[in-house]
Every structure is written in C-alpha cells, then in structure tokens.
C-alpha cells in the first residue's frame, strides 16, 4: 500500500500550487480520501476529504473558498488546488485514506502519504 504525494514547492502569497497525491495497493474509490497538513511545531490539521464517489466535498474553515479537492478514481489519484495562498498555509500536506465515515470523522486513517512540503513566503 502506497500514498506518494506530489507538487510542492515554494511560492509567494496569492500564488497557486496544485498537489497529487497517487494511491496503490488498496481501492482507492472505496476509502474516504482527506488531505492533513503539519505546520512547524503544531499538530496534524484537516484540510479537506472527499467521499461518496466524489460526490462529497468538505474543507475546513481556513480554506474554503481557496482550495478544491477532486480525485480521478481511474488514475488512483486525488488532487488539491490551492489558490490564493497565504503564509499560513506553509505546512507538510499529507493525504490519508479513512476506512469509514466514522473514522475519517474521528481522524483515524488507515493509510498516510509521506507528505509534500508547501511553503508560502515573499
């Protein structure tokens, strides 16, 4: 079972990244996809997931209306624009896979990315 995350970088405020993040060894459209970030010397914060066949998108408070999540259950990936980012979206981006609803609302993934490093900076 694999998570590789892809498209990171360095940008400067109001720019745009867009991450991938490759999944293999499991059913990809099966599991409830989310996208976790780490900031220096803070915590795991969820960012966005999708579920229900894509039909269902949910982003926490600090990114919506600013990033998108989408997958391509055809390609096993699952994607993040990012737009109009802001230094306090620097941060590693994890994506995770959650076996049930009820566990990717208690935050308990099954599977992590190694994580993508996003840095947000003039």
């Known amino acids: 079972v694999q998570l590789v995350e892809s498209g990171g970088g360095s940008v400067q405020p109001g720019g745009s990244l867009r991450l991938s993040c490759v999944a293999s060894?499991?059913?990809?459209?099966?599991?409830?996809i989310s996208w976790v970030r780490q900031a220096p010397g803070k915590g795991h914060e969820w960012v966005s997931s999708?579920?229900?066949?894509?039909?269902?998108?949910s982003y926490a408070d600090s990114v919506k209306g600013r990033f998108t999540i989408s997958k391509d259950d055809a390609k096993n990936t699952l994607y993040l624009q990012m737009n109009s980012l802001k230094p306090e979206d620097t941060a590693v981006y994890y994506c995770?896979?959650?076996?049930?609803?009820?566990?990717?609302?208690?935050?308990?993934?099954?599977?992590w990315g190694q994580g993508t490093q996003v840095t947000v900076s003039s």
């Open positions: 060894g499991f059913s990809f459209s099966s599991y409830y």
């Open positions: 995770a896979a959650a076996d049930s609803l009820t566990n990717l609302i208690a935050d308990k993934y099954t599977y």
């Open positions: 999708i579920y229900a066949g894509g039909a269902k998108e």
